[in-house]
């Protein structure tokens, strides 16, 4: 008999088996999304928890970092006090030595102002006593021209008396010659006036003695109207007849006054003449001397124009040596200014350099030299012998600025190293931001990410990166290949996941 509990198996259509093949590949689908969802949950969740947990060890880093960051930032602050301290009291000797220098550059200065003083006073006397010797010679030629036109004028003068002499005694002998002819001829001319005089007198006594007789007449009848007229005017004309005789009076006074007025204005006018005579003569002399001086003019004008000439002449060198000194004091000053703003600026970064500056350097600023004795004696013998006299006095210019140069040469041999240091931190600091890089990708998500290789991203206790086989590790190794990657995984994953 056949069992209870099995069946005949049945043989299925190819629609049916169609059908359960659909069914089974639906169910898979199903699963596959099942699992995906699942899986994609489970990177939700532990993308989560990697976030807060990054967060918090990042809160913990950062707390302790902090702390240290404050400890190393309050040691740097106290060292920086410290430094600041000893700078600031090296800045106030500093300040206290530029004092005490410009101090002494002011008394300097104040001695070259003296000297300066003293050699423009110098130049002064000399310039008083050339020009007192230049007059004192001027008033010899003065004195010697003098002498010559006062001979000249005396030789003159004594020739101008002796002709002058000489027409007097000329003039007087024709003025006795004059005279002698007017006395013959008046004494000829009296002799006629007598003889016409006598006949004029007879005809006038005959003349007189008719017309006395007629006149005898008519003055008796004239007497007689006159004697009525008289007593008429007497009469008529008393007040005025005393009045006539006041004025009679006051004119006899005032011809009295006319006649000394008239004295004195022919001595007047006898003075004017002699007065005319000494100023035509005086008028002579003066002539001759504004010729003279005219003449002596001329030649001063002739000397003025040519000393002149010789100011315009030292003018204008002594203009253009002005100019050629302004030029040059120009380019001087601004080579000076340069100078000067080069030294601030030099002063202004050892101010800042200073601030950088070590104990070391603030106790010995300046090194001392690594050679020998003998070593020094043979470099200086070899200097020695390159040396030449022009080399030499520059050298001995620039011997102040030695311990300068040291300081250069300290510092760029520092600027140096500094640099080769900053290279090398710069590779070391390269390395670090790959490792870095490599961590925060490692613990960070996101596509760009998943398309890499990542060591801490772990799905079912596997990581995506290839593992090496030992013969390609030994191989690795041989070659001295970049160090093995180790994976590392967080503490708090395995304890979620093994509790």
Request: aromatic content about 6%.
């Amino acid at each position: 008999m056949p069992k209870k509990g099995k069946k005949a198996k049945i043989p299925l259509s190819d629609e049916d088996q169609l059908l359960l093949f659909q069914q089974k590949l639906l169910a898979e689908e199903e699963a596959a999304k099942k699992k995906e969802r699942l899986l994609t949950q489970f990177l939700k969740d532990k993308l989560a928890k990697e976030e807060h947990n990054s967060a918090l060890n990042l809160n913990k880093i950062n707390t302790q970092w902090r702390t240290v960051l404050r400890e190393v930032k309050t040691r740097e602050l106290h060292k920086d006090i410290e430094i600041l301290s000893q700078t600031f009291e090296r800045v106030v000797d500093c300040k206290d030595s530029v004092i005490k220098s410009l101090a002494k550059d002011l008394t300097e200065a104040e001695e070259q102002y003296a000297h300066a003083l003293r050699s423009h006073l110098h130049n002064i006397d000399q310039l008083l006593t050339l020009q007192r010797r230049r007059l004192s010679l001027l008033e010899e030629s003065y004195n010697v021209e003098l002498d010559v036109l006062t001979k000249e004028f005396e030789t003159e003068r004594k020739t101008i008396t002796d002709q002058h002499e000489k027409e007097i005694r000329y003039l007087q002998d024709v003025f006795m010659a004059m005279e002698q002819n007017y006395v013959d001829s008046e004494y000829e001319s009296k002799l006629e006036f007598q003889s016409m005089w006598d006949d004029l007198k007879n005809k006038n006594l005959e003349e007189k003695h008719f017309l006395r007789l007629q006149l005898e007449n008519i003055v008796e009848d004239l007497w007689r109207r006159f004697q009525d007229a008289l007593k008429n005017y007497t009469d008529a004309t008393e007040d005025r007849k005393i009045a006539f005789e006041t004025l009679k009076v006051k004119d006899e006074k005032s011809s009295k006054e006319i006649e000394m007025q008239m004295k004195k204005i022919q001595k007047l006018q006898e003075a004017i003449g002699i007065l005319k005579g000494k100023i035509i003569a005086h008028s002579r002399e003066s002539e001759w001397q504004n010729q003279c001086i005219r003449n002596d003019k001329e030649l001063v004008h002739v000397q003025l124009r040519k000393l002149k000439a010789q100011r315009t002449q030292a003018r204008g060198v002594s203009q253009e040596n002005l100019v050629k000194l302004t030029l040059e004091s120009n380019a001087t000053l601004k080579d000076l200014k340069k100078v000067v703003e080069k030294g601030e600026k030099i002063l202004k970064l050892a101010e800042i350099c200073r601030k950088f500056e070590t104990e070391e350097e603030k106790v010995l600023p300046f090194y001392s030299s690594v050679l020998t004795p003998m070593e020094q004696e043979e470099v200086e013998r070899q200097n020695q012998e390159d040396l030449t006299e022009e080399l030499a006095k520059v050298m001995a210019d620039y011997s102040g600025m030695e311990n300068f140069w040291k300081r250069y040469n300290k510092v760029k041999l520092e600027v140096l190293s500094l640099q080769h240091r900053r290279v090398q931190l710069l590779e070391i600091s390269g390395k670090l931001r790959e490792m870095l890089k490599q961590y925060l990708d490692g613990i960070s998500v996101s596509d760009e990410v998943l398309s890499q290789l990542n060591p801490l991203f772990i799905v079912n206790h596997r990581s995506n990166l290839p593992q090496l086989s030992a013969p390609a590790q030994s191989a690795q190794s041989g070659d001295r290949g970049p160090p093995t990657t180790y994976n590392i995984i967080e503490a708090a994953h395995v304890v979620s996941h093994t509790l």
